[in-house]
């Protein structure tokens, strides 16, 4: 599927890998919305000649509301990017957090995309050719020990998509997976090691979901997934490792 003359919406858009992929997409004659929670991102991005949606996704009621402006502004709406994320680092075994924490990371990074997806559903379907890719994580595959509310709720975002795609088989729906390497941005911020640039990441990932892949990632991803499905000591070392850096 090219993507091409679709209107695209993108949870998790103004910033990060979901702008680099609003910005690139925007030159290829689509009408691009972005759904964010910041007020000042938001506004920037709407300065940038943008459609943008106000959602906190860790709230039901807000999801609901989005999905509803969607439905009346942009019934057109045949791609979506759940790209959202957030990420708390804190040791889960040694400090008590506040449970408001806890569930909104995992409202935003999981359970805020499925029900807007769900709700989505109906609008997607209505298009010959619609494409709903979600964005998970390496740590899906094998938890971070200060990340591991982020790491259970981007397991539970794979195990999702793999359920999704078998549900909408016969569909005009494709649902595929986004795993991204480390990239720079305002979450990885501060971290030691190297990071790929979100640009060059859009770069090389966009091909691949244009040709359908299951699995969109670079090839030291697909590594890592054989390496934590086969030697999880060794998953453990490398997660742990950069960490440390």
Not at 62 to 73: G, R
Not at 121 to 144: D, E, Q, Y
Request: net charge positive; proline share 5%; hydrophobic share 40%.
């Amino acid at each position: 599927m090219k993507l091409e003359h679709s209107t695209i919406l993108i949870c998790g858009g103004t910033s990060g890998i979901g702008y680099e992929l609003a910005k690139v997409l925007r030159t290829r004659q689509n009408k691009v919305v972005l759904l964010g929670h910041h007020p000042g991102k938001l506004e920037l991005a709407r300065q940038e000649g943008f459609d943008t949606i106000a959602c906190d996704l860790s709230c039901k009621e807000s999801v609901e509301a989005a999905a509803l402006q969607v439905e009346q502004k942009y019934p057109g709406v045949n791609v979506l990017f759940n790209n959202a994320g957030l990420q708390h680092n804190y040791d889960f075994s040694t400090h008590l957090i506040p449970l408001d924490k806890v569930w909104q990371e995992v409202g935003v990074n999981l359970s805020g995309q499925i029900r807007l997806t769900q709700l989505l559903i109906p609008i997607l379907a209505a298009s010959p050719r619609a494409l709903v890719v979600n964005t998970t994580s390496g740590l899906g595959a094998f938890p971070k020990s200060d990340a591991l509310v982020y790491s259970a709720a981007k397991a539970g975002m794979r195990n999702f998509t793999l359920g999704l795609r078998h549900s909408l088989k016969g569909t005009g729906i494709r649902v595929l997976e986004f795993m991204p390497p480390v990239t720079q941005t305002a979450m990885t911020q501060g971290r030691g090691g190297k990071m790929m640039p979100p640009e060059l990441l859009v770069q090389k990932v966009i091909p691949q979901i244009e040709k359908g892949k299951g699995l969109v990632t670079l090839p030291k991803m697909r590594l890592f997934l054989w390496i934590a499905f086969l030697f999880p000591g060794i998953a453990y070392r490398i997660i742990e490792k950069k960490s440390a850096k």
